[in-house]
């Protein structure tokens, strides 16, 4: 059984262990009230196409669809005509099929190893076209191309963002072995960043998505690294005396919020993305953590047990009075503020059971949001629609997902083992 743990143990988590480092298995559990039907007719491939049967676009851009709980992917099978571009569409099949929209596309081989990737969305109703784009692209694109496929449909459906060609961070730990693993945001193609016999925590995306900054007890202490995604260098930010845990970036990338202990007990600092110019935040004699800048940069969020209880609190980013931010319960801790600075996500403590809860920073309204018991670690999309975070399922650790609505529910599993600390990567580029 995974224990939840304490405030005043929440700088140093320990993870259980897993056996796998498999991709992430994603099942829907939840939907929205209405959900957009669309045909996704299977791609056209030529068959000289290097590498287009490894992975099928339509399926991938179909399984994105569905994961957002927001669209019902229509079977298309039946339909005897299966158009690959506009002038083959003949749309009275596609209204019997009560399609409100349809995405056709062709996987074509180029010189030099390469593919072109077409798709054409079409509102089925007005018989117009929506989106079309052609992609140059790799044979070992095309699952990225899906994603991007995916998220334009999404936008001109929905009229947000789409979050599929983003990536997640999690933590695992295989034996004594701990890593530091991103995947794309469906769980597909894990990668390691860094591994250790040490426990590794607390894992933050900068801005432009190619550094993550993190905690490594590999010194038999808590140091913050910043790991480049790109060339796979690493430095030490902060390695002062006593804890250095808490890493967050601020939205320019410019600075982090930390937590040290090196003059007190915890207290929240900030500093530049080089190691330089340490300045104190908070200064109390409470428990200051779990830091989280403002979509502006101008305040910083955290947890402190400064009135007795851990609450949210947030503070100027350069110092100053700490306002108490959450009102309702007597425990909430791990604050998350929502990419455009409406809402806190947020763990809350209610007769024993830790859920993500949100809470409406202009209203002050609140809504537990997940229906597990042992909750920890939110991390919005960067839309803003859905939360990741860690749970408990069938006594391993294991991630799950909720729309900031409460609708849509995902749970994330990686067979045989327990995963931890999931962080949601920026917006794709």
Same mark, same amino acid.
């Given at each position: 059984?995974?224990?939840?743990?304490?405030?005043?143990?929440?700088?140093?988590?320990?993870?259980?262990?897993?056996?796998?480092?498999?991709?992430?298995?994603?099942?829907?559990?939840?939907?929205?009230?209405?959900?957009?039907?669309?045909?996704?007719?299977?791609?056209?491939?030529?068959?000289?196409?290097?590498?287009?049967?490894?992975?099928?676009?339509?399926?991938?851009?179909?399984?994105?669809?569905?994961?957002?709980?927001?669209?019902?992917?229509?079977?298309?099978?039946?339909?005897?005509?299966?158009?690959?571009?506009?002038?083959?569409?003949? &749309?009275?099949?596609?209204?019997?099929?009560?399609?409100?929209?349809?995405?056709?596309?062709?996987?074509?081989?180029?010189?030099?190893?390469?593919?072109?990737?077409?798709?054409?969305?079409? $509102?089925?109703?007005?018989?117009?076209? +929506?989106?079309?784009?052609?992609?140059?692209?790799?044979?070992?694109?095309? !699952?990225?191309?899906?994603?991007?496929? #995916? $998220?334009?449909? %999404?936008?001109?459906?929905?009229?947000?963002?789409?979050?599929?060609?983003?990536?997640?961070?999690?933590?695992?730990?295989?034996?004594?072995?701990?890593?530091?693993?991103?995947?794309?945001?469906?769980? %597909?193609?894990?990668?390691?960043?860094?591994?250790?016999?040490?426990?590794?925590?607390?894992?933050?995306?900068?801005?432009?998505?190619?550094?993550?900054?993190?905690?490594?007890?590999?010194?038999?202490?808590?140091?913050?690294?910043?790991?480049?995604?790109?060339?796979?260098?690493?430095?030490?930010?902060?390695?002062?005396?006593?804890?250095?845990?808490?890493?967050?970036?601020?939205?320019?990338?410019?600075?982090?919020?930390?937590?040290?202990?090196?003059?007190?007990?915890?207290?929240?600092?900030?500093?530049?993305?080089?190691?330089?110019? +340490?300045?104190?935040?908070?200064?109390?004699?409470?428990?200051?953590?779990?830091?989280?800048?403002?979509?502006?940069?101008?305040?910083?969020?955290?947890?402190?047990?400064?009135?007795?209880?851990?609450?949210? %609190? !947030?503070?100027? #980013?350069?110092?100053? $009075?700490?306002? !108490?931010?959450?009102?309702?319960?007597? &425990?909430?801790?791990?604050?998350?503020?929502?990419?455009?600075?409406?809402?806190?996500? &947020?763990?809350?403590?209610?007769?024993? !059971?830790?859920?993500?809860?949100?809470?409406? +920073?202009?209203?002050?309204?609140?809504?537990?949001?997940?229906?597990?018991?042992?909750?920890?670690?939110?991390?919005?999309?960067?839309?803003?629609?859905?939360?990741?975070?860690?749970?408990?399922?069938?006594?391993?650790?294991?991630?799950?997902?909720?729309?900031?609505?409460?609708?849509?529910?995902?749970?994330?599993?990686?067979?045989?083992?327990?995963?931890?600390?999931?962080?949601?990567?920026?917006?794709?580029?």
């Amino acid at each position: 059984m995974i224990k939840i743990r304490s405030f005043l143990s929440v700088i140093f988590i320990l993870l259980l262990p897993v056996t796998s480092q498999a991709a992430l298995d994603i099942e829907i559990v939840g939907g929205a009230a209405q959900q957009i039907p669309i045909a996704i007719v299977p791609f056209s491939t030529t068959a000289n196409a290097p590498g287009a049967g490894q992975d099928n676009i339509s399926t991938i851009i179909g399984a994105d669809l569905r994961r957002s709980g927001l669209f019902r992917v229509l079977e298309t099978r039946g339909v005897a005509n299966q158009p690959h571009d506009l002038p083959e569409i003949k &749309y009275p099949e596609w209204v019997a099929l009560q399609a409100q929209a349809l995405t056709v596309g062709k996987v074509e081989a180029l010189p030099g190893n390469r593919l072109k990737v077409s798709f054409r969305l079409v $509102d089925v109703l007005k018989q117009n076209q +929506l989106a079309g784009l052609e992609y140059n692209i790799a044979p070992n694109q095309l !699952r990225a191309t899906a994603h991007r496929i #995916a $998220d334009i449909i %999404y936008e001109k459906l929905t009229g947000e963002p789409g979050v599929f060609a983003t990536r997640i961070s999690y933590i695992t730990r295989v034996g004594k072995r701990y890593a530091l693993q991103v995947a794309d945001a469906d769980g %597909y193609a894990p990668q390691t960043v860094v591994s250790s016999n040490e426990p590794i925590i607390s894992p933050s995306w900068s801005p432009d998505g190619t550094k993550l900054a993190y905690v490594s007890f590999e010194k038999k202490k808590p140091i913050i690294f910043v790991q480049s995604l790109v060339s796979g260098q690493r430095y030490a930010l902060a390695n002062f005396k006593g804890n250095n845990s808490a890493p967050s970036w601020s939205p320019d990338g410019k600075r982090l919020a930390i937590v040290l202990t090196h003059s007190a007990n915890s207290q929240v600092y900030t500093i530049n993305a080089d190691g330089t110019g +340490l300045q104190q935040v908070t200064r109390s004699s409470a428990i200051d953590t779990e830091p989280v800048w403002s979509p502006d940069g101008g305040s910083i969020y955290f947890t402190s047990n400064r009135g007795g209880a851990p609450q949210i %609190y !947030r503070i100027p #980013a350069t110092g100053g $009075d700490a306002k !108490r931010v959450t009102f309702e319960g007597t &425990y909430n801790v791990s604050p998350r503020i929502s990419p455009d600075g409406k809402a806190l996500a &947020y763990i809350r403590q209610e007769q024993g !059971r830790f859920r993500v809860t949100i809470q409406d +920073l202009a209203t002050g309204q609140v809504q537990i949001l997940s229906d597990t018991a042992q909750d920890e670690s939110p991390s919005f999309a960067p839309n803003g629609r859905m939360i990741l975070y860690a749970t408990n399922a069938g006594g391993k650790g294991a991630l799950a997902a909720v729309s900031s609505d409460g609708r849509v529910k995902q749970r994330l599993s990686e067979t045989g083992g327990d995963v931890r600390e999931p962080a949601w990567g920026p917006a794709a580029n």
